[in-house]
């Protein structure tokens, strides 16, 4: 199926709500816009050298969890939505974001295969289905076990925090099977990771099958980025209220 057929129902309505929040934020900043015009250039230069975590949180206080919710709806993005969606902001998610600083280099360090990713208050992780499986298998490579021993390690020292598993296929054969194959994988990775210690209740598995294409399945190159499982880090329940709540220390 094309890619661009399938992604294509969701974004209008997207992009209008994205819109809409990002209008709001413009007008209620247009007081502090007309300060800084007389700001001196040394005051500008200041204002203007905000952290990763810094900007994290703006965007988080601006409505990341409205944007989260609606990508998380979106084809090819839900991964992202649940990160975006557990958006805490202010300091409060500046907190969260540094802790996810750290905890991302970690995970690169343990993951060299992996596109490891800081978004928003959390992490992204796409693992391709080549790396982790057979063809139309999922059972883990022997070789590729020891980077997820690695990264459950990683997941239990910094235990609040849940994860999301995701299956993903291309669009080659038949779709009842891609779905089947693409939840199987994730529930494998995420059965993998519980042996390692990590608690059954963090983790949540889901397979899309060929629903959720990121590149052109009418190419090689395309089909092997959609044969993915992805994995989402953010932060709990928990984490999320001691944020809010101020309890929190870096």
């Not at 800084?36 to 050298?49: E, L, R």
């Not at 210690?197 to 099958?209: A, F, N």
């Amino acid at each position: 199926m094309n890619y661009q057929l399938k992604s294509a129902g969701t974004k209008p309505l997207a992009m209008l709500l994205v819109a809409g929040i990002l209008s709001g934020n413009v007008l209620t900043s247009c007081k502090s816009s007309a300060q800084a015009v007389n700001q001196t250039p040394k005051d500008k230069t200041s204002k203007s050298k905000l952290s990763k975590s810094q900007k994290g949180a703006i965007v988080g206080a601006s409505g990341g969890a409205v944007i989260g919710a609606v990508l998380g709806q979106g084809k090819g993005n839900t991964a992202l939505g649940a990160i975006l969606g557990a958006t805490v902001g202010g300091a409060g998610g500046a907190i969260i974001g540094r802790r996810m600083d750290k905890q991302a280099e970690e995970i690169k360090r343990q993951m060299p295969t992996a596109q490891v990713e800081r978004v928003g208050e959390g992490i992204k992780i796409s693992l391709g289905s080549d790396i982790l499986f057979d063809v139309d298998s999922y059972a883990l490579k022997p070789e590729t076990k020891k980077q997820l021993i690695e990264f459950a390690q990683t997941l239990n020292k910094y235990e609040d925090t849940d994860i999301r598993i995701e299956g993903h296929a291309d669009a080659t054969g038949p779709e009842d099977h891609n779905l089947k194959l693409s939840k199987q994988r994730a529930t494998t990775v995420g059965n993998f990771l519980e042996t390692q210690g990590v608690r059954t209740s963090r983790v949540d598995e889901k397979g899309y099958g060929e629903v959720q294409p990121v590149a052109d399945n009418t190419t090689e190159a395309g089909r092997r980025k959609n044969r993915r499982v992805d994995i989402a880090v953010f932060a709990n329940k928990k984490m999320q209220q001691d944020a809010k709540d101020g309890k929190l220390g870096d």
